[in-house]
């Protein structure tokens, strides 16, 4: 299948995966979960913007670093740049923060409350340079805005 064709059935999927849910821990963890199985990646998981700092979310993959300060590493910087950022090789990031040294390449997307402001990142790391694309940041920005809501006012 192309990843367009992915993406496509992955949206719909989490769209009825969350719908009626408001446990905001339950529906990080079994979007992380869908994510990553259904594109392999080698890390899919979330940090919560919590007291000033990034804290590890809900995730799949590798043991992960628990927080992230405003601008460090890949998930800081597009926390204060409030915008996605695709690293097609995280060597050439200045800051990356390699919590595997498996990993070649990440996007990062914030997911943002209704004021538009980031309340946590959707962290996704490949085991392979140059993975992430328009497509990717396409399909996992509304991934993203679509738990938003229940990521922003859900219970923790
Ligand atoms: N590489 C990230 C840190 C989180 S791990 O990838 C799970 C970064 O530079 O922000």
Not at 6 to 31: C, F, H, P, R, W
Not at 66 to 78: D, E, H, N
Not at 95 to 124: Q, T
């Amino acid at each position: 299948m192309e990843k367009t064709e992915k993406y496509e059935l992955l949206v719909a999927q989490v769209k009825s995966l969350i719908e009626g849910e408001d446990n905001a821990v339950g529906v990080m963890a079994n979007v992380a979960a869908l994510i990553h199985s259904t594109m392999n990646f080698w890390w899919t998981g979330f940090y919560i913007v919590r007291n000033d700092e990034l804290q590890l979310g809900p995730f799949q993959g590798p043991v992960a670093c628990y927080r992230i300060g405003l601008g460090k590493g890949v998930c800081g910087t597009a926390w204060q740049r409030n915008e996605t950022i695709v690293v097609p090789d995280v060597e050439q990031f200045p800051g990356h923060i390699a919590c595997s040294s498996e990993s070649r390449s990440e996007i990062v997307v914030p997911i943002r409350d209704s004021r538009g402001e980031p309340c946590a990142v959707l962290d996704i790391d490949s085991r392979e340079l140059n993975t992430f694309d328009d497509t990717d940041s396409h399909y996992l920005e509304q991934i993203a805005a679509a738990i938003a809501p229940t990521i922003a006012n859900g219970r923790a």
